[in-house]
């Protein structure tokens, strides 16, 4: 048994006394000093350095250079920025490529996959993977004619899925297993390695969306052999809204396959503007058109950010920070009919924290407007507390705990409707 953590706010500021990344908190843009913003996991805060370089771009790039900024770095920012996304998903050179969307990135790759091992009739996933990658898979699956089985191999808790129950789902029809690293709902950490060598050793291709864990949790992705991964740059690497996303293939496979979607940026030379397609050798050839700049050169300050502070410290912290909460659930929280809807041990945890309760979309709502806290709510009944170790102190963290205790114990949110917002 060990011992639980101190539940006073001296402690929580002793935690943040002795935070070696606190430094970090001041790079972020706190318009409102007041508000505990826990939703790091969904859209990340706003870095300074992202505003200087923004209104540079604007005002010099676009403003002053205009077209000839093709010239001056924007051509190779996919490459540039996914050489940092690299360092981030323990991937060597040549290998990431930011563009797209998410959704976008995982269509393309799916259909290569699937190409490249045609012969094989099942795809494996489970029933906690996020829906739009299921939806692109159920998409690719129509658009080759039917002629995949999905198998989502289901959750006995709502919370995980087994590794045995993962690992028996895939076999020799198998041709490629696609999942979450970690689960938006409940935040379960898949075991990387172990799934990855499971469908090696029967010949699948694996790939896996690193959106929840990217900037949050270690990732091998070559220590592990891992055949493709996708992933988006606007939760916890804090690249703004709809920021463009990332996509990496083993580079052994990069000469193997062809992405669906056959644009001139993924040609061998875009501006002998051949009429027939010959793709570009390496990674360019997932790129497909012109990408949206302004968003895409957001990213890099903050991925920036991201190297300095170093994965290893930040999943300390986010590790320290997750496991703190836990420790105030448990203590402030359970007694109130909360559940806790994430693992509890860390090793099998991302960095959000959901907990459980059956009002709880009105407690959400009570706790954005009327306690300035801002998590975010996931059907049913799930408050998704995210935590950000960039920006969140052991104090968020604390009175996070805190205010949701008073929201219940003072029935605040009972003046709330259970009717949705259209974004909860
Ligand atoms: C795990 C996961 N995959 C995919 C997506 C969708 O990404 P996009 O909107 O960039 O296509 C999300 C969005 O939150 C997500 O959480």
């Not at 080759?144 to 989502?152: D, E, I, T």
């Not at 006995?156 to 590794?163: R, Y």
């Given at each position: 048994?060990?011992?639980?953590?101190?539940?006073?706010?001296?402690?929580?500021?002793?935690?943040?006394a002795?935070?070696?990344l606190?430094?970090?908190r001041?790079?972020?843009?706190?318009?409102?000093?007041?508000?505990?913003?826990v939703?790091?996991?969904?859209?990340?805060?706003?870095?300074?350095?992202?505003?200087?370089?923004?209104?540079?771009?604007?005002?010099?790039?676009?403003?002053?250079?205009?077209?000839r900024?093709?010239?001056?770095?924007?051509?190779?920012a996919?490459?540039?920025?996914?050489?940092?996304?690299?360092?981030?998903?323990g991937a060597?050179?040549?290998?990431?490529?930011?563009?797209?969307?998410?959704?976008?990135n995982?269509?393309k790759?799916?259909?290569?996959a699937?190409?490249?091992?045609?012969?094989?009739?099942?795809?494996v996933?489970?029933?906690?993977?996020?829906?739009s990658?299921?939806y692109?898979?159920?998409?690719?699956?129509?658009l080759?004619?039917?002629?995949?089985?999905?198998?989502?191999v289901?959750s006995?808790?709502?919370?995980?899925?087994?590794?045995d129950?993962?690992?028996?789902?895939?076999d020799?029809?198998?041709?490629l297993?696609?999942?979450?690293?970690?689960?938006?709902?409940?935040?379960?950490?898949?075991?990387?390695?172990?799934i990855?060598?499971?469908?090696?050793?029967?010949?699948?291709?694996?790939?896996?969306?690193?959106?929840?864990?990217v900037g949050a949790?270690?990732?091998?992705?070559?220590?592990?052999?891992?055949d493709?991964?996708?992933?988006?740059?606007?939760?916890?690497?804090?690249?703004?809204?709809?920021?463009p996303?990332?996509?990496?293939?083993?580079?052994?496979?990069?000469?193997?396959?062809?992405?669906?979607?056959?644009?001139?940026?993924?040609?061998?030379?875009?501006?002998?503007?051949?009429?027939?397609?010959?793709?570009?050798?390496?990674?360019?050839?997932?790129?497909?058109?012109?990408?949206?700049?302004?968003?895409?050169?957001?990213?890099?300050?903050?991925?920036?950010?991201?190297?300095?502070?170093?994965?290893?410290s930040?999943?300390?912290k986010?590790?320290?920070l997750?496991?703190?909460?836990?420790?105030?659930?448990d203590?402030?929280?359970?007694?109130?009919?909360?559940?806790?809807?994430?693992?509890?041990?860390?090793?099998?945890?991302?960095?959000?924290?959901?907990?459980?309760h059956?009002?709880g979309?009105?407690?959400?709502?009570?706790?954005?407007?009327?306690?300035?806290v801002?998590?975010?709510?996931?059907?049913?009944?799930?408050?998704?507390?995210?935590?950000?170790?960039?920006?969140?102190?052991?104090s968020d963290?604390?009175?996070?705990?805190?205010r949701?205790?008073?929201?219940?114990?003072?029935?605040?949110?009972?003046?709330?409707p259970?009717?949705?917002?259209?974004?909860?």
């Open positions: 048994m060990t011992t639980p953590l101190p539940t006073n706010y001296e402690y929580a500021q002793a935690l943040d002795a935070d070696n606190s430094r970090f001041n790079e972020f843009v706190h318009a409102d000093e007041d508000l505990i913003y939703d790091g996991n969904s859209l990340g805060q706003l870095p300074f350095r992202t505003i200087e370089r923004m209104q540079a771009v604007i005002a010099q790039e676009w403003g002053q250079a205009l077209i900024g093709w010239n001056m770095g924007w051509y190779e996919p490459s540039r920025i996914g050489a940092k996304l690299a360092q981030l998903v060597a050179e040549n290998q990431v490529i930011a563009c797209d969307s998410t959704s976008v995982l269509f790759l799916i259909i290569a699937l190409k490249l091992r045609s012969d094989r009739p099942c795809i996933s489970d029933t906690l993977n996020f829906p990658d299921l692109v898979l159920q998409g690719c699956v129509d080759l004619g039917q002629r995949h089985q999905v198998h989502q289901p006995t808790d709502t919370i995980s899925i087994d590794i129950a993962m690992c028996a789902a895939i020799e029809t198998t041709a297993v696609t999942l979450s690293h970690v689960v938006f709902k409940s935040g379960f950490l898949h075991d990387m390695a172990a990855t060598k499971r469908a090696h050793e029967v010949g699948a291709l694996v790939l896996w969306d690193l959106s929840h864990s949790a270690p990732i091998e992705l070559d220590r592990c052999g891992v493709f991964a996708v992933g988006c740059s606007y939760k916890y690497l804090n690249g703004g809204p709809g920021a996303a990332f996509l990496y293939v083993r580079r052994d496979l990069q000469d193997q396959i062809t992405s669906p979607i056959w644009g001139w940026l993924g040609h061998q030379t875009p501006f002998t503007f051949d009429t027939d397609y010959e793709p570009a050798e390496g990674m360019s050839k997932f790129l497909s058109g012109t990408p949206p700049m302004l968003s895409l050169l957001a990213v890099e300050p903050a991925l920036d950010l991201m190297l300095e502070a170093g994965m290893e930040i999943r300390h986010s590790v320290g997750s496991s703190y909460f836990i420790e105030l659930f203590a402030m929280l359970a007694p109130l009919n909360f559940t806790l809807g994430s693992p509890r041990a860390a090793a099998q945890r991302g960095s959000h924290v959901s907990i459980r059956p009002e979309y009105r407690i959400n709502r009570a706790l954005i407007d009327e306690m300035q801002l998590p975010d709510f996931r059907e049913p009944d799930n408050i998704r507390v995210g935590i950000a170790p960039l920006y969140n102190s052991y963290i604390w009175e996070t705990a805190q949701i205790r008073t929201v219940v114990e003072e029935e605040r949110y009972v003046h709330y259970e009717q949705r917002l259209s974004v909860t």
